[in-house]
């Protein structure tokens, strides 16, 4: 076997081999690069199989680049599982694997703290092993991604690894998660003669919006003149009702620490701490206290739903971190929020799409009249003492796909009775007699305009769980020609799919009873498959005698 690229002496017998080979002498090796041939394609990762060697064989391949693992390897799945779960805390929880990757997820929303030096640190350690982050002090959502381990090469030392990992436990944790924690929030609100109360109303409005994402509401709101001496009053009572913080939204900006609102703090007996912030908008915010309650000043800029510089302390104050003169200092870097193209708008409820960047929704379809199954509704057979479809939902649910949509046709009102009190949307398919792909567009056509893809999943199949369609989510990755993610066990492909949206006009198109399956052939080399342990991905039960023999298997085990 002659390798092209191997590592010139002192040579180390156990070292990953990479390089160029003839297919017979590449069984069990790693394809390094994707090849398309005229049956479908072998995708780069793939440990070839007998009927790979076949396959690019009889295509007329005399030579395929590959890598053959060393006796000291780990796998690059293997490998980037063990990274993400070294650097996993109470606030991040690591996922599975796939094609190198491992997520470290956000267990809560929360706020993201990264030690640069640590993670510099541990970049430094060996080219193959790589940690990113998510900006630090980023906010995030629930299951966010906060950090990813990509392992670059197909395999790395395993002594490599455990060294990482030494390292990366024994000295101070290169990223965390500050979970927010509910806070009592106030809002004062100054006016001047003249000023239409609508405008008051819009910034109230606004200002829930912002506390909603940081796990707080808005306590009370308290409206009074721009003057010292009210906005004194207010902040005393604030204070000694239990109010974590106060915001000051005044008629006019604070120009100077003798301004209206400074003042105000100080006739109450509180503490300026710092004037103004490097960031735009929010040039013009206080950051003051009185006794354990913080002060926010904020500049009339702070009615708009875009991100503002406040939006920085009060997401550290919602996370409990103490903010100081220095820390609003240092907000420079990246404080330019005004003029960046592009910029979202987040937080309004009329304009943000929460995590539209990545926002998967499911689809159930569930309108099928069961044909095959006789006189009974397949949907409404009983597994393990409930309908079939509760389980489906029931998986989607507990998974991060969302919205869940369920299709209806034949018996819709039963089908509805059956999943009372779940969190699903129901849509009806007139034309549910035509076939699964009318079913198909009627889902498509209730997802929200901000998904970025979605999973379908098939009502008959009970045993598919939510880590499975989790699996498929982890490794959608449209950057890099994932944009079709299929499960797979013991090879076989099955369901759920994971589908981009820019499938979604072809998958709409199609007719019959095949759903979207002629466009996974179409589009080969954007599909992806997500290898699980769980036959369940293969399991539809759609007939008498795979209900049987599916009983008689459970019953057995």
Not at 135 to 155: H, N, Q
Not at 378 to 406: C, F, N, Q, T, Y
Not at 477 to 498: Q, Y
């Amino acid at each position: 076997m002659c390798f092209i690229g191997k590592p010139e002496p002192p040579p180390d017998t156990d070292a990953m081999e990479f390089g160029e080979t003839h297919p017979r002498d590449a069984l069990g090796s790693v394809l390094a690069h994707t090849i398309h041939l005229g049956d479908g394609v072998i995708k780069k990762g793939r440990v070839l199989e007998a009927e790979d060697i076949a396959r690019l064989t009889a295509a007329g391949y005399h030579s395929i680049t590959v890598a053959r693992l060393g006796r000291g390897d780990l796998a690059e799945n293997e490998a980037a599982k063990m990274v993400a779960a070294g650097l996993a805390s109470r606030g991040l929880e690591a996922s599975d694997a796939t094609t190198g990757r491992a997520n470290l997820r956000a267990r809560a929303s929360g706020l993201l703290l990264v030690n640069p030096y640590r993670v510099h640190q541990l970049n430094r350690i060996h080219e193959a092993v790589t940690l990113a982050t998510a900006a630090p002090w980023a906010a995030l959502e629930r299951s966010k991604i906060a950090a990813t381990v990509k392992i670059i090469t197909f395999g790395v030392p395993e002594r490599t690894v455990r060294n990482w990992l030494d390292i990366a436990r024994r000295y101070p944790p290169a990223v965390r998660l500050k979970p927010f924690r509910p806070r009592k929030v106030a809002l004062v609100q100054t006016s001047v003669p003249g000023q239409k109360e609508a405008v008051l109303d819009k910034a109230r409005r606004t200002t829930e919006a912002r506390l909603e994402p940081l796990g707080s509401t808005l306590a009370e709101e308290r409206r009074c003149a721009h003057a010292a001496a009210d906005i004194a009053a207010h902040l005393v009572e604030l204070a000694e009702g239990g109010c974590d913080i106060a915001l000051v939204l005044g008629a006019s900006a604070i120009a100077d620490r003798l301004d209206v609102v400074p003042k105000a703090v100080a006739l109450a007996g509180g503490r300026i701490e710092h004037l103004g912030m490097p960031v735009d908008p929010g040039h013009l915010t206080l950051l003051a206290g009185l006794g354990s309650m913080s002060v926010l000043g904020l500049p009339g800029s702070a009615r708009s739903p875009r991100p503002h510089g406040f939006d920085r302390i009060l997401q550290r104050l919602a996370a409990g971190v103490r903010v100081r003169p220095d820390d609003i200092a240092r907000m420079g870097v990246g404080g330019l929020l005004k003029e960046v193209p592009g910029r979202p708008m987040p937080r309004d409820p009329g304009l943000l799409h929460r995590g539209s960047e990545r926002r998967i929704a499911g689809v159930i379809l569930a309108a099928g009249q069961s044909r095959r199954m006789g006189r009974v509704n397949k949907m409404l057979v009983e597994i393990d003492g409930e309908p079939m479809i509760v389980h489906a939902a029931r998986a989607m649910l507990a998974s991060r796909a969302g919205p869940v949509i369920v299709v209806l046709g034949h018996e819709p009102d039963a089908v509805r009775h059956a999943l009372r009190g779940m969190d699903v949307r129901f849509v009806h398919n007139p034309g549910f007699a035509s076939g699964l792909s009318t079913s198909l567009r009627a889902g498509l056509e209730a997802l929200p305009a901000e998904a970025a893809g979605a999973v379908v999943a098939l009502g008959d199949m009970p045993r598919v769980a939510a880590a499975d369609i989790d699996a498929l989510i982890d490794a959608f990755e449209p950057d890099e020609g994932a944009t079709i993610c299929v499960p797979t066990h013991d090879g076989k492909r099955g369901n759920p799919v994971l589908w981009a949206r820019r499938y979604f006009l072809e998958m709409a198109a199609v007719s019959g009873d095949v759903g979207a399956r002629s466009l996974i052939g179409e589009n080969a080399d954007q599909v992806l498959e997500v290898p699980r342990g769980n036959p369940g991905v293969l399991l539809d039960l759609d007939t008498p005698d795979a209900l049987r023999a599916h009983a008689g298997r459970e019953g057995g085990s």
